[in-house]
């Protein structure tokens, strides 16, 4: 049954990601020609305006493409479950779990793809400023070594903390928004108020726990050491980091995760 719901998510929900990541895109390979382009402008100060305001348009653009995504799934997961569409959600001769673990995995595959999309755009911005620069392959290779050789990046446990990171902290992300409805469908009056509030509660715990992520992680160590000892501390530090916030995260996704399907089963206040 499981599965027939993540069918009927991903048909009722496809189209608007899909657009916007494919805008994603779009706005990657304008910004790509128009930074290209710069060097070979006249010296004319309207052109360098329009120039700079379309660059503007391309970063206000990803941003607020991944912001619509989000705001398009945690509507439609406010809709069908708390909403009056809920009394037909909830007829459904299924578990209440199978119907929140349909829409987490519809909301995590969808906020995934709009990060790999919205790299990839950067990355094409990217490589237009390269050719702007116009600097040399070899000394792009040379730079990519030393910075990974000073953070760390070089090693592969590294790179694989790092993609565990994403992966869970983008799963905390939709399960935390998905938390907030959750709490804030308690509210008889102001729904969405008491769901603003409780993310803004969220949002709090959160950096809260980035601080001390980054406080655990041995940056005072780093700064109080010398030679050798502050090389090493430095060279650990962001691998430190992406643990301790790995950790973090996983511990809010078990707590977002488990208030969302007990919330629903014990209080549902439909309107």
């Given at each position: 049954m499981l599965s027939k719901l993540l069918k009927h998510e991903f048909t009722a929900t496809w189209r608007v990601p899909v657009a916007l990541d494919a805008l994603l895109i779009v706005l990657g390979i304008m910004a790509h020609f128009v930074i290209k382009s710069i060097p070979l402008v006249e010296d004319s100060v309207g052109v360098y305006v329009i120039l700079f305001s379309l660059i503007a348009i391309y970063y206000i653009g990803i941003i607020a493409a991944n912001i619509i995504v989000q705001i398009f799934l945690v509507m439609r997961y406010y809709r069908n479950l708390y909403t009056s569409e809920g009394y037909l959600t909830f007829t459904l001769p299924v578990r209440t779990s199978h119907i929140i673990n349909a829409k987490v995995i519809n909301g995590y595959i969808w906020i995934l793809l709009s990060g790999i999309c919205t790299v990839a755009s950067l990355f094409i911005a990217a490589i237009g400023l390269v050719d702007a620069a116009d600097i040399p392959v070899y000394e792009l290779r040379e730079f990519a070594t030393e910075i990974g050789t000073l953070f760390g990046i070089n090693d592969p446990g590294?790179?694989?903390?790092?993609?565990?990171?994403?992966?869970?902290?983008?799963?905390?992300?939709?399960?935390?928004?998905?938390?907030?409805?959750?709490?804030?469908?308690?509210?008889?009056?102001?729904?969405?108020?008491?769901?603003?509030?409780?993310?803004?509660?969220?949002?709090?715990?959160?950096?809260?726990?980035?601080?001390?992520?980054?406080?655990?992680?041995?940056?005072?160590?780093?700064?109080?050491?010398?030679?050798?000892?502050?090389?090493?501390?430095?060279?650990?530090?962001?691998?430190?980091?992406?643990?301790?916030?790995?950790?973090?995260?996983?511990?809010?996704?078990?707590?977002y995760y488990t208030g969302c399907i007990l919330i629903t089963k014990k209080k549902i206040n439909l309107d």
């Open positions: 590294f790179i694989v903390t790092l993609l565990l990171t994403v992966l869970i902290s983008s799963l905390s992300a939709i399960l935390g928004l998905y938390f907030s409805v959750t709490v804030g469908q308690l509210w008889q009056k102001h729904k969405i108020l008491g769901a603003v509030l409780c993310y803004v509660g969220i949002y709090i715990i959160n950096q809260i726990g980035a601080q001390i992520s980054f406080l655990s992680s041995g940056y005072f160590r780093m700064l109080t050491g010398s030679g050798t000892d502050f090389d090493a501390a430095f060279s650990g530090l962001y691998g430190r980091i992406l643990t301790s916030t790995t950790i973090f995260s996983l511990v809010m996704v078990v707590i």
